[in-house]
């Protein structure tokens, strides 16, 4: 079992900026590729980025691209969500997710999900 807690959500304004946290315990962190999604009322999850176990790749969605930065410390078990240059689009209930596979990661497969953390961006 991996338990997975995120944090760091809020009110921003457009333009603004929000770290978000995921701390990971359980099984070999190390082990896991992790990732972002995020889900609006009425609306299917949505991927945001993944990272591989060795954090060595990224991948990311489009309409995040060069505004959002996802890395992690396995040595905390922790994983980030910089996100930077806010727009209202972004506003969301934001998790994350692990799996020993990143084909699981990023098709939203994930064995292993936070509860989520909401993020309001404001106009």
């Known amino acids: 079992q991996v338990q997975l807690v995120e944090s760091g959500g809020g009110l921003v304004q457009a333009g603004g900026s929000l770290r978000l946290s995921c701390a990971a315990s359980g099984r070999t962190f190390s082990n896991y590729a992790m990732g972002w999604f995020r889900q609006t009322p009425g609306t299917e999850r949505e991927f945001v980025a993944a990272?591989?176990?060795?954090?060595?790749?990224?991948n990311y969605a489009d309409s995040v691209k060069g505004r959002f930065t996802i890395s992690r410390d396995n040595a905390k078990n922790l994983v980030y969500l910089q996100m930077d240059s806010l727009k209202p689009e972004d506003t969301a209930v934001y998790y994350c997710?692990?799996?020993?596979?990143?084909?699981?990661?990023?098709?939203?497969?994930?064995?292993?999900w936070g509860q989520g953390t909401q993020v309001t961006v404001s106009s």
């Open positions: 997710a692990a799996d020993p596979l990143a084909s699981s990661v990023l098709s939203g497969r994930s064995r292993y």
């Open positions: 990272i591989r176990s060795s954090g060595g790749n990224t």
